[in-house]
């Protein structure tokens, strides 16, 4: 799917064939200045890593579907964690579940505390925070290297997908989330409120409302919609 919203966003197909001995690069962005900025870092670095920009995307979906494809198959894949309309995370969570092999890292602009949680579970191996350039220049030289660069906490990129693939490997637990928590995310992904909860947990709606202030904090999202979207995405996967 092309996203029509950037000539930065696309698929280069003679980038690609070029770049067949080098560490080819994704990157996700909802953003058309950071997309190209971040594309002269990468292939700034050409002349001594070998690092080359295949394609850029400011569409979670197409995003998907180049990693999936193995002639736009990134090394590397650049995500974005926070992005309008798009949930890094399931991002992340798509690309792992198809893929053992590629190298994701998340990125941010806000703070990291906030999305470690959830760049972590799904399967990436680093998060970064976009002002530190000589931060995401060692990650990719570590990675021209053949030495895959994996943040304190995260899992290899064989690990990550062992965890996101094995049945049971991936659960509540795993999240960090009490089950508590556990339970009253699954009772408001069937759509009720704060109150109807409280009444079927036998708690107060304030310690409810708790609860999922608690879960957004450990999922890595902005909002109650958010957190509903994620979990329902994360209950069905």
């Known amino acids: 799917m092309r996203d029509e919203h950037s000539d930065e966003s696309g698929y280069d197909a003679a980038e690609v064939e070029r770049a067949a001995e080098d560490l080819r690069v994704g990157i996700i962005d909802d953003d058309a200045l950071t997309l190209a900025a ?14 080359v920009v295949i394609w850029t995307s400011r569409s979670g979906d197409e995003a998907v579907d180049l990693c999936v494809d193995r002639r736009s198959r990134p090394d590397v894949v650049l995500v974005d964690m926070n992005m309008d309309g798009v949930d890094g995370g399931m991002v992340c969570q798509r690309i792992r579940h198809f893929s053992d092999r590629i190298v994701i890292y998340g990125m941010t602009a806000h703070s990291l505390r906030r999305y470690e949680h959830v760049t972590r579970r799904f399967g990436a191996q680093a998060l970064l925070d976009k002002a530190d350039v ?29 965890l996101l693939t094995v049945p049971g490997a991936v659960n509540a637990t795993s999240l960090e989330l009490s089950p508590r928590e556990t339970e009253v995310l699954d009772w408001t992904i069937e759509g009720l409120t704060a109150r109807e909860v409280a ?39």
């Open 38 to 51: 971040l594309r002269s870092v990468v292939n700034g670095m050409a002349p001594r890593h070998g690092t």
């Open 134 to 162: 000589q931060g995401l220049q060692r990650c990719l030289a570590d990675c021209a290297a053949g030495r895959t660069y994996i943040q304190q906490g995260f899992s290899s990129p064989g690990q990550a997908y062992r």
């Open 199 to 237: 009444a079927r947990m036998a708690l107060s709606e304030a310690t409810v409302k708790t609860h999922l202030r608690h879960a957004i904090r450990k999922l890595g999202v902005g909002n109650k919609l958010q957190l509903i979207r994620v979990w329902t995405q994360f209950r069905s996967a």
